[in-house]
Nanobody, 117 residues
Framework: QVQLVESGGGLVQPGGSLRLSCAAS????????MGWYRQAPGKQRELVAT???????NTADSVKGRFTISREDAKNTVYLHMNGLKPEDTAVYYC???????????WGQGTQVTVSS
């Protein structure tokens, strides 16, 4: 099994920056694509960004140009670099990891990001 632990959330002002981290432990070899999702109050969970085991990254249109996902395999960690934060970015951000061959997902506990003045 795999455990995912997010960190780096907090309260920031509009226009600010934040870096989220997701540290994976356990059966690391089973991890394929990883990603970040977010869920704002009263809204559905939405995909923010994904990155494959080979390092191919994609970001949602709503955050494109502001957020960047990266992967540091040596540390079993995935990052979400968030710049130009807006109040609309306020949400709980969840780390996700897809099992490479079993087809199910692992989820982190989530970290709160609040963008407010």
């Amino acid at each position: 099994q795999v455990q995912l632990v997010e960190s780096g959330g907090g309260l920031v002002q509009p226009g600010g920056s934040l870096r989220l981290s997701c540290a994976a432990s356990g059966s690391i070899v089973s991890i394929g694509t990883m990603g970040w999702y977010r869920q704002a109050p009263g809204k559905q969970r939405e995909l923010v960004a994904t990155i494959t085991a080979g390092g191919s990254a994609n970001t949602a249109d709503s955050v494109k140009g502001r957020f960047t996902i990266s992967r540091e395999d040596a540390k079993n960690t995935v990052y979400l670099h968030m710049n130009g934060l807006k109040p609309e970015d306020t949400a709980v951000y969840y780390c996700n990891a897809r099992h490479a061959w079993m087809g199910f997902d692992y989820w982190g506990q989530g970290t709160q990001v609040t963008v407010s003045s």
